[in-house]
Each structure stands twice: as structure tokens, then as C-alpha cells.
């Protein structure tokens, strides 16, 4: 039986990559394509100079605390390594 916090909606966890600085975003959403429009509008507060975003990964969760516990792991070294891992080619390592 799956736990309390499982609902009918995906919550995704999304790597962008700014095209500006080339760093990273990590980032959790029910709506990615609204949260991706969002980020290249300048209405989130903590990408907008960063801009403009290439969505360079994403997992879908079905539990929302699941995907912030994903959202966390992600922002961290040990994350950050998985994801270059994960990544190899579109990197080019």
C-alpha cells in the first residue's frame, strides 16, 4: 500500500542550466512547463538575471515529499556528482 503522502499528480524535480553563467538550477514543481515558462520570463526572483534556461534533466515523483527529499539530495555533492554521472554525454566527459 503505497504511503499517505502519494497523490494523482507528478511532482517533478528539474535540473536547468543557465545559458548565461552555465550553471545550475535544481528545482521542484507540479507544473514543469509553467515553471519552465516562469524561470525564462524573469518571474522567479532566483534565476530572472540568470536567464535564459536549457531544462537539462527531470525526475517525476508521485509523492511531494519525495520529490524534496529528491530536490535536496540533488542540491548537494553528492547529488551534484550523481547528476554529472547521469549526465556524461550531454556534458561530454
Partial sequence: MPGRTISNRFYYVYVLESMKDTKQYIGFT????KRMDQHQQGK???????????????????SRIDAMR???????SEGRRFLAKRLTDYYGK
Avoid at 70 to 76: F, I, P, S, T, V
Fill in 30 to 33: 507540479t507544473d514543469l512547463r
Fill in 44 to 62: 522567479s526572483f532566483a534565476t530572472a538575471p540568470r536567464r535564459p534556461f536549457i531544462l537539462t534533466y527531470y525526475e517525476a515523483c508521485r
Fill in 70 to 76: 529528491r530536490e535536496h539530495y540533488l542540491k548537494h
